[in-house]
């Protein structure tokens, strides 16, 4: 198995624990936006460690392109946490998974990269997969309001991957993902 595999696994086991404390926080009183604080900030220190492995001038120039996807995620992560806050954790986390059939769907509006075809029925399959696991028999407020924020927050999400795909590379991937995660932290 490759490497990249168990890294997904353990991203995704953790995400997982994260959305139930996460709901356990704001069930017990938390604001959205103090989780978010908390949250980001303990995250900002992570990812200033990424700079020891920046080389070479960092185009300020371009600093509006990094902010603009820290501003989609802090907004993305809002819409998280009020999905999770509205409904169930078991309804909220597959709803992420939407996330990939964004990113795609970003990337071939905006002409980022070419998207082949099997690549883009791949994600139209993991929507599909994604729609049915996210559907409950309960057609509730609550239900819909928690699938439509999951939606808004990857399809945010999927904007700020994207973008991080799209100019890191040129800005420099380790100081754009930390001016990114610095904008996300002062936003909060």
């Given at each position: 198995?490759?490497?990249f595999h168990s890294y997904a696994t353990v991203a995704a086991i953790?995400?997982?624990v994260a959305a139930v404390f996460s709901k356990q926080a704001l069930s017990k009183g938390a604001g959205i936006?103090?989780?978010?604080?908390?949250?980001n900030w303990v995250f900002l220190p992570i990812f200033a460690t990424l700079l020891f492995g920046h080389s070479g001038p960092i185009p300020w120039e371009k600093f509006y392109l990094p902010a603009l996807a820290g501003m989609l995620f802090f907004i993305g992560q809002v819409f998280t946490f009020a999905a999770i806050r509205v409904g169930d954790v078991s309804l909220?986390?597959?709803?992420?998974?939407?996330k990939a059939v964004f990113a795609v769907l970003i990337a071939v509006i905006c002409g980022?990269?070419?998207?082949?075809?099997p690549l883009f029925m791949a994600?139209?399959?993991?929507?599909?997969g994604v729609a049915l696991l996210g559907i409950s028999g309960s057609s509730t407020e609550r239900v819909r309001l928690s699938i439509g924020l999951a939606l808004l927050s990857s399809l945010l999400f999927a904007g700020a991957d994207t973008m991080v795909g799209t100019y890191a590379?040129?800005?420099?991937?380790?100081?754009?993902?930390f001016v990114m995660m610095l904008v996300n932290a002062l936003l909060s």
């Open positions: 198995m490759e490497p953790g995400y997982a936006l103090r989780l978010s604080f908390v949250v909220q986390t597959p709803m992420m998974g939407t980022t990269e070419p998207i082949s075809l994600a139209f399959v993991a929507m599909i590379g040129s800005f420099g991937v380790p100081a754009f993902l």
